[in-house]
């Protein structure tokens, strides 16, 4: 069982720069793929950027890439999300996932079992 907690949310202005983290209980083991995705109100959720904890591969959303960038503390048992260049499209609620699997990519929110309660970003212009 894995429980996932989000942080790092806010309000910042577009240009502006969080880092978001989702600390992890009940390490996960072996091949998981952690992962974060986002999601407007009447709108499906949407990834945005995932990494593999055993390689490190990193995957991206093309309307992120070179501005957010997904790491893990494997000491700390923690995942980040440092978001540079917010812009007001990113503005969304922000959720953590992890998933038993190899990410072969950016996985669709579907194959992932555990999820964290959210945290808001809001970029105004």
């Known amino acids: 069982q894995v429980q996932l907690v989000e942080s790092g949310g806010g309000s910042v202005q577009a240009g502006g720069s969080l880092r978001l983290s989702c600390a992890a209980s009940?390490?996960?083991?072996?091949?998981?793929?952690m992962a974060w995705f986002r999601q407007t109100p009447g709108k499906e959720r949407e990834g945005v950027a995932a990494i593999n904890i055993r390689d490190r591969n990193t995957y991206y959303a093309d309307s992120v890439k070179g501005r957010f960038t997904v790491s893990r503390d494997n000491v700390k048992n923690t995942l980040y999300l440092q978001m540079n260049g917010l812009k007001p499209e990113d503005t969304a609620m922000y959720y953590c996932?992890?998933?038993?699997?190899?990410?072969?990519?950016?996985?669709?929110?579907?194959?992932?079992?555990?999820w964290g309660q959210g945290t808001q970003v809001t970029v105004s212009s």
């Open positions: 009940g390490k996960p083991s072996g091949n998981y793929c």
């Open positions: 996932s992890a998933g038993p699997f190899v990410c072969g990519g950016l996985p669709r929110s579907i194959a992932f079992g555990y």
